[in-house]
């Protein structure tokens, strides 16, 4: 039985307490739920398969070949040899090295990434037209689109002066024959800079486009009110806009550690980790233990101890840019 | 009386089936000759024809996948019954049973027979603690290309022979550094690992070796040091090689020689048609390659080998004799320039005329020494390979250079001893 009140349905008093029966409220909200827990477990599950299938499972696998004597060359589950392969990387000068490299080369792209993308974004904010901002932002985007493997075959070509456009345009415009110091890639010195700004140009058109995504966000009227407080535009840059920026750079931030530690292919086809190691990384000391030396065991000891630093470098940087 | 006679038929024609089925026997065959798999369809149909019993089932890889193939496929249980392999990967696979020996496949009459049709270099490459696990199928020396528009502008005539230092002038009279010409390059990029092959002509040429009699490393003696840094000299003191030598590929390099910005390279036969097909108008002559103490080059080829998995082993051995035959490796050899590994084709007319004769005459030297058939050899070539990107860039004296890669060499070689 229904009461009205008001105008109002309300169920009779004691409705709420019944166990049991027909009719129970307790009872068709904890069916409610039931249901809705299927639906939701049915729509969770394959992106949980997929995980278990191609992040846990190959995670636990090379825990299991880290603690392993493992070797393609003679085969799966050998001798168990604890934290050996673990002391053998840390202590080895290459791998350190590597690491320092890649080091390098996430703190130089990542804050090219996140400056640069700010940067550009600020100027697009201020283009007018709205048709010609689009049609800038579409050419920016361009690097963007261009597979890694391409922008490294590229870029080995910009860096060779007998090839380079840059020097056939230079032949051609200033009758100079050859650009000395074009050639990054042939000096220890200059090859793994070469890869970082072959890497800013290729990936520094997708975070451009999520910090004007962001940036197109931020209210009007707080930039109006700190003008009118008389803010001048870099005041209002620091004080209204880099604080709201503050969230978004820290997630940009982490993406960009986490994908600049892994980067393989750009630096794989641009120098294979040459001249003479000069920008070995991590990533293609990782590949060559494990594909030209078949040392499953110290790759995979290699690879784990990659993870647990970008875990901790990520975790830092989540603590330091979160928004309160 | 007519049901009986359908039933007769119906018999006699499952016999024959079945008696078909039995006799044909399909070899697996994996190969990765991009380039010249036409002629290679040919001559397996040939096979086909004049050996009605056995059919070729062709499974090409691209190179670069084909030692991990070959691996996966022999762990999984599912190897091809023959496989083209390289020197490089001998030892490997015969320490973890990928390839079989010749030795236990053929008696030792039939062995003797067959060994002695190739040149004894050739047959050397697939060889590992006295078996050996594969035929050699093609071979080569290195030699040197000259680009012949440069030569003539400097006037200079196709040396037969020559010294280290007639070498460096020539090399020298190519070069000019205004116009960005120099006189020789190599492919010093990490992403082709061509130093160490380039490096050790110079190495034998010093009378150097990689590994001595004893099976001992031997890259960081004193004539492997010297020989490092006359080869670094070229570029650090000299100047007849390109600034950027070591970001050339070897693509790179066959790059600048046709657009005429190199004067000499070093490499085998097999370049000769890479270079005609990219430039078609560009004219080379080849010499031999210089001498210091002794002659010396690099050699290498490929080869066929058979799985110890194969079920055909009869079958199997009947076209690998077949394919390197003095016949078919002929043809073949005459379809491009391609140095054939058996001694009655090296000795026909058509290989001792042209560019042909000076290859043939470079892999007859006597320090002519396959490299490569040492364990885990991308991992040694890349050890090298890292010590003369150090030694030019000058980020190491040569003798430090090779002393560390001499130790990374020794600790691969001890897990084999």
Redesign the interface.
């Known amino acids: 039985m229904h009461y009205d009140v008001g105008g109002r349905h309300v169920l009779p008093p004691g409705t709420l307490f019944q166990n049991g029966g027909e009719g129970g409220v307790l009872e068709s909200r904890g069916r409610l739920r039931d249901k809705r827990a299927t639906v939701y477990a049915a729509f969770v599950a394959p992106a949980l398969l997929y995980t278990l299938i191609f992040s846990v499972y190959p995670m636990v696998n090379a825990l299991r070949f880290s603690l392993f004597d493992e070797s ?2 003679r ?1 799966v589950g050998s001798e168990f040899v604890g934290i050996s392969h673990f002391v053998a990387v840390l202590s080895d000068d290459i791998a350190r090295m590597s690491a320092w490299n890649m080091v390098v080369f996430i703190v130089v792209s990542t804050v090219a990434h996140l400056g640069l993308g700010v940067g550009i974004s600020l100027v697009l904010m201020s283009v007018p037209n709205k048709k010609f901002r689009d049609l800038i932002q579409a050419c920016i985007l361009i690097p963007w689109a261009v597979p890694p493997v391409v922008v490294g075959f590229l870029w ?1 070509i910009i ?5 380079s456009p840059i020097s056939v345009l230079a032949s051609t415009l200033l009758g100079v ?2 650009i ?1 110091g074009l ?1 990054l ?4 010195n200059s ?1 793994l800079m070469g890869v970082i700004i072959a890497n800013i140009w290729s990936v520094t058109p997708f975070y451009m486009l999520m910090i004007l995504a962001r940036l197109q966000n931020i209210p009007l009227e707080i930039l109006n009110a700190a003008a009118i407080d008389g803010a001048n535009g870099f005041q209002q840059f620091a004080y209204v806009t880099l604080p709201e920026l503050k969230g978004t750079l820290g997630t940009l931030a982490i993406f960009d550690i986490i994908g600049t530690s892994v980067y393989f292919d750009l630096i794989w ?1 641009m ?8 920008s070995e990384v991590l990533a293609t000391y990782i590949y ?1 233990q494990a ?4 040392e499953f065991g110290r790759a995979s000891a290699a690879g784990l101890l990659l993870f647990v630093i970008i875990m901790v470098v990520s975790s830092i940087v989540a603590v330091i840019t979160r928004e309160d | 009386m007519r049901r009986c006679s359908l039933l007769l038929v119906l018999m006699l024609m499952v016999l024959t089936i079945s008696v078909n089925a039995a006799e044909q026997v399909t070899i697996v065959y994996q190969n990765w000759t991009a380039n010249e798999i036409p002629i290679e369809r040919e001559l397996i149909r040939e096979f086909e024809d004049t050996h009605p019993g056995i059919k070729i089932e062709l499974a090409t890889t691209p190179v670069e996948q084909m030692h991990d193939k070959l691996l996966l496929l022999t762990r999984a249980g599912r190897a091809p019954d023959v496989m083209q392999t390289i020197p490089e990967w001998i030892v490997e696979f015969a320490e973890n049973g990928v390839v079989a020996a010749m030795e236990d496949l053929l008696d030792p009459t039939e062995y003797e027979q067959f060994s002695s049709t190739f040149i004894p270099a050739a047959w050397g490459m697939a060889q590992w603690k006295t078996k050996t696990y594969g035929v050699p199928w093609r071979f080569g020396a290195s030699a040197t290309f000259i680009n012949s528009k440069l030569r003539r502008e400097a006037g200079l005539p196709v040396p037969e022979k020559w010294t280290w230092d007639e070498f460096v002038d020539y090399a020298a009279k190519l070069t000019d550094a205004s116009k960005g010409v120099y006189g020789f390059g190599v492919p010093g990029a990490s992403v082709d690992l061509g130093s160490s092959w380039c490096w050790s002509a110079f190495l034998f040429q010093n009378g150097g070796r990689l590994v001595d009699e004893n099976g001992e490393v031997a890259i960081d003696n004193e004539k492997a040091i010297e020989a490092l840094e006359f080869y670094v000299g070229l570029l650090r003191d000299k100047q007849v090689m390109p600034p950027n030598t070591t970001s050339l590929s070897a693509k790179d390099i066959t790059d600048l020689f046709g657009n005429n910005k190199l004067g000499m390279w070093q490499n085998g036969s097999w370049y000769i048609d890479t270079m005609k097909v990219a430039y078609p108008n560009l004219e080379f002559d080849v010499a031999p390659l210089p001498i210091n103490v002794s002659d010396g080059s690099p050699a290498g080829g490929t080869l066929l080998s058979i799985s110890p998995q194969t079920k055909n082993t009869k079958a199997a051995l009947e076209f690998v004799r077949f394919m390197t035959s003095e016949e078919i490796i002929s043809k073949w050899a005459k379809s491009g320039h391609h140095m054939p590994p058996v001694e009655a084709v090296l000795n026909q007319p058509f290989m001792q005329e042209g560019p042909m004769s000076v290859f043939v005459a470079q892999a007859r030297e006597p320090n002519t020494y396959v490299i490569g058939n040492l364990p885990e050899f991308t991992s040694l070539a890349t050890s090298l390979q890292v010590a003369i990107e150090k030694a030019f860039a000058g980020s190491s004296d040569p003798g430090q250079a090779l002393k560390q890669a001499a130790a990374e060499w020794r600790e691969v070689m001890n897990k084999y001893k």
């Open positions: 393609l060359m085969g080995r860096y060779q002066p007998q090839f024959s050859e000395s050639d890639l042939s000096r220890p090859a086809v120098t294979k980790g040459g001249p003479g190691l000069s060559k594909f030209q030396k078949f």
